[in-house]
């Protein structure tokens, strides 16, 4: 499982879990969790990212509509998941 580091916005680091990706309309977007165990919490973060950059840049979905929407696929691909 691969971990990542995400810089919020008060700009400390926190340490993510990469559960899944996946892509919709252009957009990448990663499931993480902020554990390795069973009981963890669960995000939806996508690439905000522009091509020329050498690195991603994940932001955390906040938008209702589109997290809903993004949840529904990963609860697709992943049937053991509750995104809420």
């Not at 957009?27 to 669960?42: I, P, R």
């Not at 932001?59 to 929407?69: C, K, N």
Request: proline share 1%; no cysteine.
């Amino acid at each position: 499982m691969e971990k990542i580091k995400f810089i919020s916005e008060d700009g400390s680091e926190v340490d993510f879990f990469v559960e899944e990706q996946t892509m919709v309309n252009g957009t990448s977007y990663l499931l993480v969790s902020d554990s390795d165990e069973d009981e963890a919490n669960a995000y939806i973060m996508k690439d905000v990212s522009r091509e020329s950059e050498p690195e991603a840049q994940y932001v955390m979905v906040d938008d209702d509509i589109e997290f809903d929407a993004i949840a529904g696929v990963f609860a697709q691909m992943l049937d053991d998941v509750d995104l809420r």
